[in-house]
C-alpha cells in the first residue's frame, strides 16, 4: 500500500518503502533518499548518452549501468522496505560511479570534473546514519583518491582527451546539478529539523503547563504556587514592593457536592476559579491550594488594597449564577502581608488564620492579618 509523508512537499511523493511501524523521522529519510537515488539515476542516463553522444563509448556505458543497477536497487527496497540495505548500495554506487568514471577518462585531466559525485557517499552516511558511517565513507573515498592518484600516470597513457569545450560543459552541469540536490537534501533535512525542534519545544511547554496546571480549574497548582510564591518573596525582599497574599475559601461547598453532586461541585470550583482570575491584573497570580481553597499572590499590593480586592470579589461572588436556580454562592477571604525574611509556610499559615476568622465570624466576609 502507498503512503505519503505527513511533511511539507514530501507529501507528494508516493513512499513505497514506508512500514507501518516507520516514525516520521525514518519516512522522511527513506523519502528524501529514494528522491536523490532515483534523481542522480536519472541525471545518469543523461550523462551517459551525453557521453556516448561525444563518442565516449565505454565511459557513456557506465553511468548507463549505474542508471539500470540504481534502478534495481530501489525497486529491491520498495519489496522488501530493507532500508539497510539500501541505503549502503546506493552510497556504494555513488561512491564508485565518479571513480569508474574518471579512470576510463584517462585520470584525473580528464575525470575530476566528475569527482563531486563522490562526496554524496559520505554526506549521505552522514545524513542517513550518523557521524560514525560518514567517516568510514570518507575514509573510503579517501583511499580511491590515493588508488587514483598513484595510477594515474597509467589511465592517462590509454585516454582520449576530452575537447575543452566539452570539459567545461560537462564540468559545469556536474557542479550545478551536485549543488542543486545537496542544497535539496540540506533544505529537506534542516526544515525538518528546525519542525522537530519546534514541535519538542511545543510539546514540552505543553509538559511543563501540565505539571503546573490544576486540571479541574485550570489555574496554577500547588506546585506552580510554590515556586511562584518563592520568586515573589525574593524579589520582595531584594527590592522591598508589598507582597500582598489572599486566601480564599468555597462557603459550605461540602454541602454543594451533597446537594446537588459532584459534577456540579467541579462545575463550582471551575467558575469560581475563572471569577478570581478575572478580577485580578496581569502580574498578578493565582492558584488552587487544595480543595476548595485558592491563594492568590499580589506582587506590589499594600494590605490596604489588597482588602479592598477582595471585598469586591466577595461581592462579585454572590452574583454568580448556575443552572441550578437556587444555587448561591458565597466565598471566606484571609488577607495577610509578607514580612522580610518569613517562609513561604509562615505567611500562607497567617492568611489561613485569617481565613479561619472569616469563617468563624459567619462567613461571607473578609479578615485581615498582619502579624
Request: proline residues 3%; aromatic residues 12%; glycine residues 6%.
Amino acid at each position: 500500500m502507498t503512503e505519503t509523508s505527513p511533511r511539507g512537499s514530501l507529501r507528494r511523493w508516493p513512499l513505497m518503502g514506508v512500514a507501518a511501524d516507520d516514525s516520521e523521522d525514518l519516512r522522511l529519510k527513506k523519502a528524501v533518499l529514494t528522491i536523490t537515488s532515483t534523481s542522480i539515476a536519472l541525471l545518469a542516463i543523461f550523462w551517459g548518452s551525453f557521453y556516448l553522444y561525444n563518442g565516449y563509448t565505454f565511459s557513456g556505458v557506465i553511468p548507463l549501468g549505474y542508471s539500470v543497477i540504481s534502478f534495481s536497487s530501489t525497486l529491491h527496497f520498495f519489496r522488501t522496505k530493507n532500508f539497510a540495505f539500501f541505503c549502503t548500495s546506493q552510497q556504494l554506487l555513488i561512491l564508485l560511479l565518479p571513480f569508474l568514471l574518471m579512470w576510463s577518462l584517462g585520470g584525473f585531466a580528464n575525470g575530476s570534473v566528475v569527482m563531486i559525485w563522490a562526496v554524496f557517499a559520505p554526506l549521505a552516511a552522514l545524513f542517513f546514519i550518523d557521524l560514525k558511517a560518514a567517516t568510514r565513507w570518507m575514509l573510503a573515498f579517501l583511499v580511491l583518491l590515493v588508488i587514483s592518484a598513484l595510477l594515474d600516470q597509467t589511465f592517462a597513457v590509454h585516454a582520449r582527451p576530452m575537447p575543452a569545450g566539452v570539459n567545461t560543459a560537462y564540468f559545469l552541469l556536474n557542479l550545478g546539478c551536485g549543488f542543486i540536490l545537496i542544497a535539496l537534501m540540506l533544505y529537506h533535512f534542516v526544515k525538518d529539523r528546525e519542525s522537530a525542534y519546534a514541535k519538542l519545544q511545543q510539546s514540552e511547554t505543553h509538559v511543563r503547563e501540565l505539571m503546573l496546571t490544576d486540571p479541574l480549574t485550570g489555574v496554577a497548582n500547588r506546585r506552580h504556587l510554590d515556586n511562584r510564591m518563592a520568586m515573589e518573596m525574593s524579589r520582595q525582599e531584594r527590592y522591598g514592593p508589598s507582597l500582598s497574599v489572599i486566601l480564599t475559601d468555597v462557603d459550605w461547598f461540602k454541602h454543594v457536592n451533597d446537594t446537588y453532586g459532584h459534577t456540579v461541585g467541579d462545575t463550582v470550583l471551575k467558575t469560581f476559579a475563572g471569577h478570581l482570575g478575572d478580577s485580578l491584573r496581569t502580574s498578578d497570580f493565582v492558584a488552587r491550594y487544595g480543595g476548595e481553597e485558592f491563594v492568590l499572590l499580589l506582587p506590589n499590593t499594600t494590605i490596604e488594597e489588597a482588602v479592598a480586592l477582595a471585598e469586591r470579589m466577595r461581592e462579585a461572588t454572590k452574583r454568580l449564577r448556575f443552572a441550578q436556580s437556587d444555587l448561591c454562592l458565597t466565598a471566606s477571604f484571609g488577607v495577610t502581608v509578607a514580612r522580610p525574611g518569613e517562609t513561604m509556610a509562615e505567611v500562607l499559615s497567617r492568611a489561613d488564620e485569617a481565613m479561619y476568622q472569616s469563617k468563624s465570624h459567619g462567613r461571607d466576609r473578609v479578615s485581615v492579618l498582619e502579624n
